[in-house]
Nanobody
Framework: QVQLVESGGGLVQVGGSLRLSCAAS????????MGWFRQAPGKEREFVAR????????YYADSVKGRFTISRVNAKNTVYLQMNSLKPEDTAVYYC?????????????????WGQGSQVTVSS
């Protein structure tokens, strides 16, 4: 069993930065690929980024490529999402996810665990 807890969300102005963290419980964190998703009001949840268990492989949605960076520190059981040059359309609840299916993340593959979500609001 893995529990995921996000933190670091908040209110930021256009062009600003935030770093989300997702802390995982359990000793098997390094066995999982991790991803970030987001859901804006009235919209479906959408894929943002994924990272392999080793941290070597990463992939981003086109909407965040070049602005967001996903990373992980397995010794700390934590995955991060650094968000720069934020736009109003980045406003959403951000969720981290864990899966053993790296290439399935963002492609409809199974998610083993979800976090509870962290609100990010970008004001203009």
């Amino acid at each position: 069993q893995v529990q995921l807890v996000e933190s670091g969300g908040g209110l930021v102005q256009v062009g600003g930065s935030l770093r989300l963290s997702c802390a995982a419980s359990g000793r098997t964190f390094s066995s999982y690929a991790m991803g970030w998703f987001r859901q804006a009001p009235g919209k479906e949840r959408e894929f943002v980024a994924r990272i392999s268990w080793s941290g070597v492989n990463k992939y981003y949605a086109d909407s965040v490529k070049g602005r967001f960076t996903i990373s992980r520190v397995n010794a700390k059981n934590t995955v991060y999402l650094q968000m720069n040059s934020l736009k109003p359309e980045d406003t959403a609840v951000y969720y981290c996810a864990a899966t053993t299916d790296y290439y399935g993340l963002g492609r409809g593959g199974p998610i083993d665990y979800w976090g509870q979500g962290s609100q990010v609001t970008v004001s203009s």
